[in-house]
Each structure stands twice: as structure tokens, then as C-alpha cells.
């Protein structure tokens, strides 16, 4: 799937770069262009990608500190600037376009649903958010913001992939130590996605194709991204029982955000080198992902590739809260909600004088 990456804010920046780095690195070239936006100067300096510096009248390159009306308000303004460099990267042939952020921070959250609204507005392919949830241990301010930011990105992108901060953490790694190794598994997982929809010349009808990764993900709201892999045996006859468990394995265990089964529509795809890949086994995984998920619209197939390994991903589309999801949400509120009683409304002390507010 040709796909044009835009990264808003630190995250979203980084991520931006890492799914780059690793489609070229491979020679997928499913990445047509990619660009970074952020209002703060700093955060843009260690990028190797073009990039856009908004909000400089209002920040003067300083960053929007975790402010993420703020973000959204520059992003705002300086839509036409972004649109303007994304002239060029998104191109004719680009069937998504992703907007990569951070939920918890000032920029990426803000800033990131404004751009899908606007790129929606100007661009016919579908936009997905690729948005990150802060992990359960951040701070507060980080909770608040990203529920207000899912929130919206969920009503304006075409799907929101999440992935968790503490979903592809190995356990040990702080978040912060961990966001280097955290973006290369993401880039890692985002970039077979992506690739397993380019149409690969001369291999037999089971192999995936873009338009079903987008009509996966046509269900909309909220998607996640599962991922496993293990060694395969040679004789492709011998890995059904490689591919079913494999695919367990990532569904029930290696989910971009943990303990999600219910879904509205799923793709399973199952990559890896085309005489150890097995039909029987894609089929198979692909029945046990429709029973778990219970939908009836779960899509298989394969995507060959060198290499001794098996690989399964497994994306999910329209998935129900769960308990994970609904903790986050908690969280977010009661951090919402805390912010709200520290600071008091200066207009209470007004409250007798029978005065009336301008709006
Ligand atoms: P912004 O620059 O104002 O958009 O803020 P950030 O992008 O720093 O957003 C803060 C949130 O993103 C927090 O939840 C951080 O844990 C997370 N975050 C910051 N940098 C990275 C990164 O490189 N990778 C990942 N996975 N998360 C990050």
C-alpha cells in the first residue's frame, strides 16, 4: 500500500522517521514521502525527513508545552503551510495517508486532528491516525490530553491505529528508555502492513493487496496491530501448526494494545518465505482469528518474503472497548476531571455580584 507518512509533534516526528528508515531499509517502498511538523524547532533539528515548523508567530518555535488546545489552535492556523509541503509527498498514486502522534503530548495531540480533518477535506485517500497512548504510569496531564485527543481523532480520521506505550515495552524498559526500541517494533509492524498490501508480481492469488488493508480498516474507529513470528521449517507441509500458533500468539499476546479480541473486521496476513508458507495454515489462522473476533469479515492471505521466519500480523478494525481501553478512558477522565478542581474558576468570586459575563 503506497502510503505518505506525516509525524506531528516529538512522537510523531520520530515514529514518522523510524517507519522511513525501515521501508527503505527492507526496499519495500511502500513509503512514497514522509514529512514532520512541530512547533518546536529543537524536536525537528535531529530529523532526517523534510519538515514544517508551526506556530511560530504564537510560540516562536518553542514548543506548545503540553498545551494541546494550543497544538490544535496553531495547527489551525497554519494548515495551508503544512498542506502546502504535503504538495509532492502525497501523490496521485497514494492510497493512505497516515498522520503519526503522540496522544499525551501538546502538538501531536492537538495538532494531529486537525490535519486529519483537513487532509480528509483535500485528499481523497483514506487518513489514519497512528496515534500513541501514553503508558499507565505516565503523568496525568499526559492521560487528560490524550482522552480528549482520541477522542476526536476517532471522529475525524478514517481509523485510528493505537498502539499502547506499554503494549510493545519489554518489561524493564522505563517508557522513556524505551521509545527508540518502542518506534522500531512499531516501524516494524506498520511497515509489513503496509508492504503486504503492495502487489507483488508473479506470486499466486492469496497474497494481500492494498484494498484489503483499507477495507479492513473501512470499519473505522479504533484498530489495533498484532504481530508474531518464529522459526519455520523448511517443507511448508510442517508449519501449519507454526502459522495457527503463531497467530495465536499474536493476537492473545503481541496486540499494539493488550487483551483485544472483539472486532468488526479483521485481516490476517502471514509473511514469510513462499515454498515454507502453507495455504492450509493462512486458512486455518484465519478461522480461529474469525471465531475469537467473532466477526464474519476476516480477510487472509499471504505476503512472501525471504527469510527463515514466519511471520503473522493481525489487524483488528472496529474493536470494542475492552478493559484496557475503558482504564485508559478512567484514567483520562479522572485526570480531565482533577485538572479541573485545581484549578479554580477566578469568575466564582463574581458569583454574588450580580454581574453579567461578555460570553
Ligand atoms: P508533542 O511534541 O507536544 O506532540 O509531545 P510528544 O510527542 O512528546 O507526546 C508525549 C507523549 O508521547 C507521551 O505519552 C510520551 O510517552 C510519548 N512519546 C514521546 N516521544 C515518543 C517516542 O519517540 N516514541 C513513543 N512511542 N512515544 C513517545
Redesign the pocket.
Same mark, same amino acid.
Given at each position: 500500500m503506497k502510503a505518505a507518512v506525516v509525524g &506531528?509533534?516529538? @512522537? $510523531?516526528?520520530? =515514529?514518522a522517521q523510524a517507519l522511513t528508515e525501515y521501508d527503505s531499509r527492507t526496499g519495500f517502498d511502500a513509503v512514497e514521502g514522509a514529512l514532520a511538523v %512541530?512547533? @518546536?524547532r529543537q524536536?525537528l533539528e535531529g530529523l532526517d525527513l523534510p519538515t514544517v515548523l508551526v506556530g511560530q508567530e504564537r510560540v516562536a518555535g518553542n $514548543?506548545?508545552?503540553?498545551d494541546?488546545e494550543l $497544538?490544535a489552535s496553531v495547527m489551525q492556523a497554519d494548515a495551508p503551510m503544512v498542506l502546502d509541503e504535503l504538495d509532492g509527498i502525497v501523490r496521485s498514486s497514494t492510497e493512505a495517508i497516515f498522520v503519526a502522534? #503522540? =496522544?499525551? #503530548? #501538546?502538538?501531536?495531540?492537538?495538532?494531529a486532528p486537525v490535519l486529519a480533518r483537513q487532509l480528509s477535506r483535500v485528499y481523497d485517500a483514506p487518513v489514519y491516525v497512528l496515534g500513541? =497512548?501514553? #503508558?499507565k504510569d505516565?503523568g496525568a496531564l !499526559?492521560q487528560a %490530553? @490524550?482522552g480528549r485527543s482520541l477522542k476526536t481523532v476517532s471522529r475525524e480520521a478514517d481509523a485510528v491505529l493505537l &498502539?499502547d506505550?506499554d503494549a510493545w515495552r519489554e518489561a524493564g524498559e522505563s &517508557? $522513556?528508555d524505551? !521509545? @527508540?526500541a518502542?518506534?522500531e517494533r &512499531?516501524a516494524k509492524r506498520v511497515g509489513l502492513l503496509l508492504a503486504s498490501g503492495e502487489a507483488v508480481q508473479g506470486v499466486g492469488e492469496s497474497v494481500v493487496d492494498s484494498s484489503e488493508v483499507i477495507n479492513t480498516l473501512r470499519k473505522g474507529g479504533l484498530a489495533v496491530l498484532g504481530f508474531a513470528d518464529a522459526p519455520a521449517a523448511a517443507d511448508a507441509g510442517e508449519n501449519v501448526n507454526v502459522i495457527t500458533s503463531t497467530a495465536r500468539k499474536a493476537l492473545l499476546t503481541g496486540t499494539s494494545v493488550p487483551n483485544v479480541v472483539d472486532a468488526d473486521a479483521a485481516l490476517v496476513v502471514v509473511a514469510g518465505d513462499t515454498d515454507r508458507l502453507s495455504r492450509k495454515g493462512v486458512e486455518r489462522a484465519r478461522q480461529w482469528v474469525q471465531e475469537q473476533t467473532g466477526s464474519m469479515e476476516v480477510r487472509g492471505g499471504d505476503f512472501p518474503l525471504d527469510g527463515e521466519k514466519l511471520a503473522v500480523l493481525v489487524l483488528l478494525a472496529g474493536v470494542t472497548r475492552n478493559d484496557h481501553i475503558q482504564s485508559f478512558v478512567d484514567r483520562a477522565r479522572d485526570a480531565a476531571e482533577a485538572d479541573a478542581e485545581d484549578a479554580p474558576d477566578p469568575a466564582a468570586a463574581f458569583e454574588n455580584d450580580e454581574l453579567d459575563g461578555l460570553f
Open positions: &506531528v509533534g516529538q @512522537a $510523531g516526528g520520530k =515514529l %512541530n512547533t @518546536a524536536d $514548543g506548545v508545552g503540553g494541546n $497544538g502522534a #503522540g =496522544l499525551g #503530548g #501538546g502538538t501531536g495531540s492537538g495538532g500513541v =497512548l501514553p #503508558g505516565e !499526559y %490530553n @490524550a &498502539v506505550n &517508557v $522513556g524505551a !521509545y @527508540a518502542i518506534n &512499531v
